[in-house]
């Protein structure tokens, strides 16, 4: 194979699960430089059939040259990813019934196959005509503005999540991911009053048959004015 063209590598394949073919799984992809391995941000990636091969979204990958597909069925897929300066590929795979994550190196160059994705990085929902955006969203209940330090939070996720984690800082530096529940969670403010920015993420993972898949969502930015007691 030329060194200029791009190589696929499943990088995760599950063992079979003991389902009924309406199995929907978790489908990421991971996009890097074929000739320094650094991952690509803002690489589109389309997933889809051969007949549509958007129909399950069009997402651009995060900083870590990553995005989710979630509640793809049992299908062939047909996978599109692009880049300004690189050169295009799509690659078909079989339909299967567990998770699955892709690894895609990009030569670089130009040409080849090109998916349109919106500029924001993401999470999407495989079934035909789903969501696409952000993977989650949050409440602060009892508003934006508090006068005690503990807040309440609502996290609600279009989509499947095990874990969740909040910080006030964008690096979730001595954050911990906790169990995801529906139900309210408590976050305490730093002590110092006047306006913050909480940062909220969701993730989805999974072990099967001795494999992992972990999915990663979007950053959610929830501003919160603390007036103190």
Sequence with gaps: MSPMHPRWLLLVALALLPVAGAFASVVGVRVFD???GDPLAGAAVCLG???EPDQFGALRTDAEGRVAFHDITQTP???TVSRPGYRGVRKSFPAAAYDRVFQVRLARGGLGPRCVAPRRAGTASGSPGGERGPALSVDILGGPTTATPEVQLRIRVHGKATEYRVS????????????YTKAPVTFRLS?????????VQIRLQREVGGGRVVIESEVVKVPVVYTGS
């Design 34 to 36: 074929a000739a320094t």
């Design 49 to 51: 059939t051969p007949a």
């Design 77 to 79: 897929l047909v996978l």
């Design 168 to 179: 006030e800082d964008p690096a979730f530096r001595g954050s911990s991911w906790l169990p």
């Design 191 to 199: 002590p110092t009053p006047g306006p913050k920015t909480l940062y």
